[in-house]
Antibody, heavy 119, light 107 residues
Framework: QITLKESGPTLVKPTQTLTLTCTFS??????????VGWIRQPPGKALEWLAL???????HYSPSLKSRLTITKDTSKNQVVLTMTNMDPVDTATYYC???????????WGQGTLVTVSS | EIVLTQSPATLSLSPGERATLSCRAS??????LAWYQQKPGQAPRLLIY???NRATGIPARFSGSGSGTDFTLTISSLEPEDFAVYYC?????????FGGGTKVEIK
């Protein structure tokens, strides 16, 4: 059974750095073709893909946010970590992590975590 | 970046009616497009992959078609649990992109 779960702060101040952790089970990020991505969704708005890391440590970022994002993995802990610097109120959103297998689509998602950016 | 434009933004229909949702890409994505369903407070769920393939466990009333730049998600007869927001997503090019969504609401 594949599960993913996001964790991190629910409230961050403007200019701070956000660190989110995706802890997963039921698959290994050492298996060829596996990738874990981050997607966010501001309240009432559409989904936005942010970043993705593959089993071989290949990484991809949204061009509009690339300068602020870093994605890493810890295969021993079955975790993927996303950091986003210089947070702004417009970054208020539910952040999801999701599994992408063999370059297809996101077929397993975490429940999401709401992050509010406010002073 | 490939922009996906979904229409209409909102679709007001009654249970039992047919729903037709559109997703248009700013450039060809071949058939590399998926559809997701999202209900309030829930994560998206993959419905259709590569334009016309139903994901595991998805009922046959959901079907997808299209290629190139124009895609359609059809729900043949709306069930009460189908009222939700639907998103398309392409995997043809980086960055991965989603459409703006279509809300299917009860009329």
């Amino acid at each position: 059974q594949i599960t993913l779960k996001e964790s991190g702060p629910t409230l961050v101040k403007p200019t701070q750095t956000l660190t989110l952790t995706c802890t997963f089970s039921g698959f290994s990020l050492t298996t060829s073709g596996m990738g874990v991505g981050w997607i966010r969704q501001p309240p009432g708005k559409a989904l936005e893909w942010l970043a993705l890391i593959y089993w071989n440590n290949d990484k991809h970022y949204s061009p509009s946010l690339k300068s602020r994002l870093t994605i890493t993995k810890d295969t021993s802990k079955n975790q993927v970590v996303l950091t986003m610097t210089n947070m702004d109120p417009v970054d208020t959103a539910t952040y999801y992590c999701a599994l992408r297998q063999n370059d297809y689509y996101f077929d397993y998602w975490g429940q999401g975590t709401l992050v509010t950016v406010s002073s | 970046e490939i922009v996906l434009t979904q229409s209409p933004a909102t679709l007001s229909l009654s249970p039992g009616e047919r729903a037709t949702l559109s997703c248009r890409a700013s450039q060809s994505v071949s058939r590399l497009l998926a559809w997701y369903q999202q209900k309030p407070g829930q994560a998206p769920r993959l419905l259709i992959y590569d334009a016309s393939n139903r994901a595991t466990g998805i009922p046959a009333r959901f079907s997808g078609s299209g290629s190139g730049t124009d895609f359609t998600l059809t729900i043949s007869s709306l069930e009460p649990e189908d009222f939700a927001v639907y998103y398309c997503q392409q995997r043809s090019n980086w960055p991965l992109t989603f459409g703006g969504g279509t809300k299917v609401e009860i009329k």
